[in-house]
Nanobody, 124 residues
Framework: QVQLVESGGGLVQAGGSLRLSCAAS????????VGWFRQGPGKEREFVAA????????NYADSVKGRFTISRDNAKNTVFLQMNSLKPEDTAVYYC?????????????????WGQGTQVTVSS
């Protein structure tokens, strides 16, 4: 099990950028796949991006491809989500999640450990 803490959320105008961080503590984080998910008001939690344990494989939702970039620094036990060209529809609480695995999945239920979330609000 790992403990996850997200940070970096905030209020930004459309077209702006934010960088979210997911800091992990506990077990060896480098052995975990990590995903970012988001949940907007009145919506279900949806997949945003994921990265495998070695950062050799990434996966993105179609809605964020070309705008968001997931990366990780295992030496710092941190995964990042760089979000550019933000749109009002990106407004949501963003969560990071982890699973002890060498592969990645886009299904929330697959992940075992979750952070508390960080709010991202994009104004038009």
């Amino acid at each position: 099990q790992v403990q996850l803490v997200e940070s970096g959320g905030g209020l930004v105008q459309a077209g702006g950028s934010l960088r979210l961080s997911c800091a992990a503590s506990g077990r060896t984080f480098s052995s975990y796949a990590v995903g970012w998910f988001r949940q907007g008001p009145g919506k279900e939690r949806e997949f945003v991006a994921a990265v495998d344990w070695a950062a050799g494989s990434t996966n993105y939702a179609d809605s964020v491809k070309g705008r968001f970039t997931i990366s990780r620094d295992n030496a710092k036990n941190t995964v990042f989500l760089q979000m550019n060209s933000l749109k009002p529809e990106d407004t949501a609480v963003y969560y990071c999640a982890a699973k002890y695995s060498t592969t990645v999945m886009v299904i929330p239920a697959w992940y075992d450990d979750w952070g508390q979330g960080t709010q991202v609000t994009v104004s038009s």
